[in-house]
């Protein structure tokens, strides 16, 4: 995806994450990078898939991704258990870039506290806050 | 001062030019920012500079106070062997092409390394059976301490088992580390010359053991790798790779990583370095490997080309993260290395092996067969066997000097239980005559220094 | 005539026919034995490796195309920063082959031994001196081993004196060997800040210091080729909460003769043979690092350690070969070493040449090393000034600069739209390797030159016009640079495709 954007459906962490919560199952949320993150990190190379059961703390990185020359670690937006990764990653990790918002997705969560959702940005917000 | 050195450029004119161009008036206002009080104040006490003659005169004085293997019939390995390395080795790695540049940063001026690199990763892993290597590390006892490091990194356990037959020098490189690293190591005995694992629980993280071992023993290599995955532990195995040529492959009997030294593969002694080591592993552990790798790709014409890749391991991006401090291969030794075994090939490694088993036994028999002197054990070998000494191991080592015979490697400081034990290495350049000398300057030593012996000690 | 482009690209293995062979093995001249006597089979492998069949002349001719390939020292400018690119006399090659060198056992008995312990003991006489501490180990391989051996030579001083300490400091414009060899040593790395000087942050140093940090690992210069104008209080404030102080030697090019890390106050320092003293670099090794260390360090030191006996010699020992009685040996006797860190004495070829470099030069020759390195980078950096280039490519710290200077490209990647990386590859059609980029990280698009003593002005001139006339280019049509390089044998490769899917071996 050549152009930046910003789903307005999406939950941001300000450290470039996404969520998307689908309304009929509130308990669970996925997870991805935005397309600023993908776009810092340059064409990526690999995913390091958490094993399912992994428990993602809220603010702390639970995994890494990997582009030519760098690493970067990966902030859970929200807490919960993985109970999906994509394992199309490990094929064609560009995905990431290509479509990060799709195809690009990294895990699914069993949120373990919903209400952490409020403090997360909405699409305008994060736009903001890249100063853009 | 410019102009001392015969290796710049700068003339008296030029330093005036350049200063003015910089816009001091000498040089020693460059190094103002050196506190007056850090300053030497004096010249270095390395006396005055000579030229190329001279220097040249006084190494070789001091070269010609070491007696070399060309100097004395050599039957020393214990980890670094006196093979023969072609001409073609030497003519190649000489090149300015080869010698001079640095680690390969730029692929698109650097495929001539980043090929060999490749080529050689190809032969490594053909000789191992496994199908990842990295472009060579310092040499084999620290790649013993590194193997371990990566099976700190795969599993997180807090113990390594390592075999007595696995190098002195490895053992005590890898509890060097391990102490750092708040890594116990415990080592596994040896039985009749072959290793005896203890029973092995879930704390041990990895099992390591040598093939040939130090004591020139073969191993059963499979049945120790599966004793260590019984409890989850990984097994690496220090091969030497020339012994690969006819021994089961790391590979075929489960090993997790194969390292070991290079030296053997178209490196010269130098007294112990520089050399090469390998590492090879499996797919599982291809993100844990320490060091460069290079890897194949196009360029944007399609043409093919190569890189180094999964740089995210190293120190230069991950930092105190990476897989490894390592930094740099052994880029040229690995090439000699790579060069020697295609100079082999195919069949001729096999042939050189076979010849240095035949030879090796025939030695074995020989000195088997002398009076004072007895096998340390009957386990196959492939180019090192040990023997039990009936006199004073050192004495019958300087008894034999004398006679020009250089018999091997005394066992006493490395192994107090073998304080009479004598490491013998059979290499392609020990021909028949040259073993019929060794036996008979070792029964002229022995029977010599046996009755020293007996009449000291009577 | 030449070879095809695709013959060029073919691996050794593609080359290989059944039945072609280079080796000839030597007759058998002992009594055969069936194999399977010496060695059942269950122990032998199956199949044989795999290794090419080739004739000698293919493989001559496969490595010497491969060799043309490279861009090597010896043809061309290569100042690529931190690495000291200097000159590698050809008189090292020679005395390191010599049968005494080059063909001497590892394992040999010291007494029969003499001259290469002897060399190896004059060589750390000299690093001592070179250093400012008088104790030398030449064992580790490389810089980054020599690092590691300093970090568990601060961690076993520490231990002797019963304290458990558990970070490392290092500035943030530390080369990555310095923190990942922290976390090898078994210690946790914090980083430093870098005030706007380009010198360490001795505010941010003083709140890091705690009783709880075992060492700071500097470089000085630094990586950014600045001198340390505030190395005494650094050393005192480090000191002060008891750590050690640890000199990081990548360039120590600058100060030979000048200055001394042990003068400054550091108690451990590596040097790296391979860049300072000439060892030509291989592609990528073999190098090698031995550290220095002050009194207090030196029991720690790896063993087994090249020593000089005095007085009377044994019976089969005579003089050193400067008549002196005594003898030269190797000491294991060191309770309370860390232990060795590899096999054998350590990289022994490359002492040799080490040592052949020093003697060359000499007390005066080495200062005049580190002098003309200072002039050629400082020269070179008021010449790109001169020339206009200074606008779109800054210094990062306007200051005198040691032996190399750190440019950032930020503004001609605003200007001309193109980075760094497009002025590294474009240097490539020009006939020079580039300076190091992207290294320190608190530059923006660093450009990283150090070009050695061993350069003439014109090289330094030639070069500085070169960057020049590529900025103009870039002015005019900045896709030339973004495409460059257009004329080496490859052109940009694709780095991520092959970190995607790693080919690292031949498929056979």
Known sequence: MEQAGYPDDLLYHPDHDWARIDPANPDEATFGITWYAQDALGEVVFFDPPKLGTRVTKDEPYTEIESVKAVSDVIGPLSGEVVAVNDALADSPEAINEDPYGAGWLVRVRLSDPSERESLLDAAAYRASLGS | MCGVSRYTSVTEADRLAMLEQIGVGAIEELFSDIPPGLRLGRPLALGEGRSEQEVYDELRALADRNVSVEDEICFVGAGMYDHYVPALVDAITSRSEFLTPYTPYQPEVSQGTLQAMFEYQTAICELTGLPVSNASVYEGPSAVAAAGWVSRLANGRRRLVVSRGVHPHAREALGTLAHAWGVDVTEAPLRDAVTELPPLDEEVGAVIVAQPNFLGAVEDLEAIAAAAHQVGALCIASCDPLALALLRSPGECGVDIAVGEGQMLGNRLDFGGPSFGFLATTEALIRRVPGRIAGETRDVDGRRGFVLTLQTREQHIRRERATSNICTAQALNALAGVIYLTWLGREGIVELCELMLQRTAYARRRLAALPGVSLLHEQPVVREFAVALDAPVREVIDRCAELGVNPGYPLGRDYPEHCDGLLVAITERRTRSDIDRLADALATAVAAAGARHAVGAG | ?508
């Open chain 3, 1 to 508: 005539m030449s070879a095809t482009a695709a013959d060029d690209q073919l691996t050794i293995f593609e080359r290989s026919r059944a039945g072609r062979r280079a080796f000839v093995a030597p007759a058998s001249d002992v009594p055969e034995r069936p194999l399977d006597e010496l060695l059942p089979a269950r122990l032998r492998r199956a199949a044989p490796a795999r290794l090419p069949e080739v004739s000698e002349p293919e493989i001559v001719r496969h490595y010497n195309r491969l060799s043309r390939r490279n861009f090597d020292l010896d043809t061309g400018f290569y100042p690529l920063g931190s690495c000291t690119m200097k000159h590698n006399p050809r008189l090292h090659e020679r005395v390191a082959a010599l049968d005494g060198n080059a063909r001497l056992h590892p394992l040999q008995d010291p007494r029969r031994a003499q001259g290469a312990l002897e060399l190896m003991w004059r060589l750390q006489e000299a690093l001592g001196e070179i250093a400012g501490l008088p104790h030398v180990s030449l064992q580790p391989s490389a810089g980054s081993h020599g690092e590691l051996a300093g970090v568990l030579l601060t961690r076993a001083y520490h231990e002797d004196r019963g304290e458990r300490r558990t970070k490392v400091l290092a500035p943030d414009t530390a080369h990555g060997t310095n923190p990942a060899t922290v976390t090898m040593g078994g210690y946790e790395v914090v980083h430093v800040g870098t005030d706007a000087d380009g010198n360490v942050d001795l505010e941010d140093l003083r709140a890091k210091a705690t009783e709880d940090v075992a060492c700071l690992m500097l470089t000085n210069p630094s990586t950014l080729g600045l001198f340390e104008r505030g190395i005494q209080q650094i050393a005192e404030i480090v000191h002060g909460v008891g750590a050690t102080l640890y000199y990081d030697g990548a360039n120590l090019n600058a100060i030979m003769g000048i200055c001394r890390p042990g003068d400054m106050g550091f108690d451990i320092v590596h040097f790296n043979l391979h860049k300072t003293f000439a060892q030509p670099h291989g592609g990528g090794g073999p190098g090698a690092g031995p550290v220095a260390v002050a009194d207090h360090i030196e029991p720690f030191l790896p063993r087994p350690q090249v020593v000089r006996r005095e007085g009377a010699p044994d019976d089969t020992i005579g003089t050193g070969s400067d008549g002196r009685l005594g003898h030269f040996d190797l000491d294991y006797d060191r309770p309370r070493s860390i232990g060795r860190l590899r096999g054998f004495q350590g990289n022994y070829g490359v002492f040799v040449r080490a040592y052949a470099y020093i003697r060359s030069l000499g007390a005066a020759g080495l200062r005049d090393v580190s002098e003309t390195a200072v002039l050629n980078a400082n020269y070179l950096l008021a010449r790109l000034r001169a020339i206009g280039v200074a606008e779109r490519l800054p210094v990062a710290y306007d200051r005198v600069c040691m032996h190399e200077f750190v440019l950032s490209g930020a503004p001609m990647k605003r200007d001309l739209e193109i980075r760094t990386l497009d002025l590294a590859k474009r240097l490539l059609d020009h006939g020079v390797h580039p300076p190091t980029v992207y290294f320190p990280l608190v530059v923006d698009e660093a450009l990283m030159i150090e070009p050695t003593e061993t350069e003439t002005r014109e090289t330094l001139d030639r070069f500085a016009d070169t960057i020049a006339e590529i900025l103009r280019e870039a002015a005019q049509d900045p896709e030339i640079a973004r495409t460059a390089p257009h004329t080496t044998p490859v052109r940009r490769l694709d780095e991520a495709g092959a970190a995607r899917h790693p080919v690292i071996r031949q498929a056979l």
